[in-house]
């Protein structure tokens, strides 16, 4: 929180990027939801989820980005904490896109559970 | 496809391992888990005592006199830039000190923490007035590097403080202009901006009048005196002949940072290498039980080979070279991963534990990078000629009805 001159405070840029990045989070939790639910829109969610994590690395890089002092909070924990979840989360959803793909080829059925 | 025999050989170790990729991946995950504990590991260690030399060799004193009990406050701003402010007496600890057999020079500066500023992300920093006429720290580099002395409204800043060259730079309501940048040392030093002892006054003067709270230095005092000692001389002696002449003051060596910062860094390792070791062990177990497994289903076909007329060594290379392509599969996995995760988790894992870092040489993190690799390599070949071992001294008849 930064302390105004009338001696209010208001939240930093990145406490705006944290909940960015929790809105996507909880995005992604709901795909696996839909995932499990839907087996036949597996593929498409997995797309969605990929995206999901590239908006995940760019919410605190670009779209909201966190401040330029390397020492402060943000930097040391959300920052690098959201970037490795983006990165884990675009490669879980591309692994899913190509694996489904690869059992759509082979024809195997998917069913809830 | 495979026209080249080594190639060959190689495309059908692969093969091989993706018949079952769920039990390859997991041993692939163990080794990459141990190569890039070890390769972060081996990273901080390098990078830490890369940092201390830059670090030390820029600060350019062989010690540090500092008020009694501000040593602790002074090795947090020398590794970490992490701002603090105390003073003492100046003129008469100078003179006795400059009075000291195999002292060569000594030259005080003046310690200020700036006020943080409402504007996000300002942070505190470390302000440093040193006296133009004595120091040989900051004025070297100056004639070096800038080929001039900075102007009285002009600050030299570490590589961490943020604008470019011109920036205005306001402490305590009065404002400066960024004159230079110095190269990254990875220690305190980055975040610390220097401007000449005369600037400090008169910033002090004025603050009563510009700033929000007004900065109290004493007139007369000074925060440390930094002491270069002439060639040959024992800095154990001649700090402790500081201390017994100057009353109440702390005398830090260059050896006693780089012990300080040893210390920190041997409590970093003693949490990292219990972790490395246990996933180690638990990689290994996965490793023999993979290769075990593999050697046991392919008696039959290794049992036919030796019978057809190949050696015990052909016939069993392809499932040492398998192994030493899945050590160096995840080798190279560990070294991308654990150098990704670290560089990401660098800040946060410093300033927990108080250490300075600077990331080795291109060269040198290479090196370090292919030796885990081959390590690995190496590692996962001799664990599958365990099993290798136990197939070749079966006969070809006993192997091709072994159940």
């Known amino acids: 929180m930064v302390e105004t001159a009338s001696g209010g405070v208001m939240p930093m840029r990145c406490y705006w990027s944290e909940r960015a990045f929790q809105g996507v989070a909880a995005l992604v939790a709901f795909a696996g939801l839909a995932a499990f639910l839907f087996p036949d829109s597996g593929r498409g969610v997995s797309l969605a989820v990929t995206g999901a994590g590239l908006l995940m690395i760019l919410i605190p890089l670009w779209l909201v980005p966190t401040c330029a002092m390397a020492g402060m909070p943000c930097n040391l924990s959300f920052k690098p904490g959201a970037l490795l979840a983006g990165g884990i989360t675009v490669m879980a959803g591309l692994v899913g896109v190509l694996q489904l793909r690869r059992l759509d080829a082979a024809g195997v059925e998917r069913r809830v559970g | 496809m495979w026209g080249n025999p080594v190639l060959g050989l190689l495309g059908l170790a692969l093969r091989n391992l993706l018949r079952n990729p769920g039990r390859t991946l997991a041993v692939l995950v163990g080794v990459m888990v141990v190569a890039g504990t070890a390769f972060a590991g081996g990273l901080i260690g390098r990078g830490v005592d890369h940092a201390v030399a830059r670090g030390l060799d820029r600060l350019g004193a062989d010690l540090m006199v500092v008020p009694a009990g501000a040593a602790g406050e002074l090795h947090t701003a020398l590794v970490m830039g992490l701002p603090t402010a105390f003073y003492m007496e100046g003129e008469r600890a100078l003179a006795e000190i400059r009075s000291i057999e195999g002292v060569k020079a000594a030259s005080p500066q003046i310690f200020v923490a700036t006020l943080a500023s409402s504007a996000c992300c300002t942070g ?124 109440g003051v702390a005398v830090i060596t260059a050896g006693d940072v780089a012990l300080s910062v040893a210390e920190d860094l041997a409590l970093l390792m003693s949490g990292l290498v219990p972790v490395t070791l246990s996933v180690l062990l638990i990689a290994l177990l996965l490793f023999v039980v993979l290769f075990f497994a593999i050697a046991r289903e392919r008696r039959r076909e290794i049992g036919l080979l030796r019978a057809m007329g190949a050696t015990a060594g052909q016939s069993v290379r392809a499932l040492v070279l398998e192994a030493t392509l899945l050590g160096g599969l995840g080798g190279l996995a560990g070294v991308t991963g654990g150098g990704a995760v670290y560089g990401l988790f660098k800040e946060a894992i410093m300033v927990s534990y108080t250490l300075p870092f600077l990331y080795p040489p291109a060269g040198e993190q290479a090196l370090l990078a292919a030796a885990v690799v081959v390590l690995a390599a190496a590692g996962g070949a001799l664990v599958a000629a365990w099993p290798a071992l136990r197939l070749t001294r079966l006969e070809p008849h006993e192997a091709i009805h072994a159940r």
């Open chain 2, 124 to 247: 505190h920093l470390m302000l440093v007035g040193y006296d133009p006429s004595t120091d040989f720290t900051v004025t070297p580099w100056l004639r070096r590097e800038l080929g001039r002395e900075l102007a009285p409204d002009e600050v030299l800043v570490g590589n961490h403080i943020l604008g470019v060259t011109g920036d205005p730079l306001t402490f305590y309501g009065t404002t400066f202009r960024l004159g230079a940048r110095l190269d990254p040392t990875g220690m305190g030093m980055d975040e610390t901006v220097f401007l000449p002892q005369e600037a400090v006054w008169k910033m002090a003067e004025r603050s009563h009048e510009l700033a929000e709270q007004p900065l109290e230095v004493p007139q007369g005092h000074v925060s440390a005196i930094l002491v270069a000692l002439d060639e040959g001389a024992d800095a154990a002696a001649v700090a402790a002949e500081i201390g017994r002449r100057v009353g």
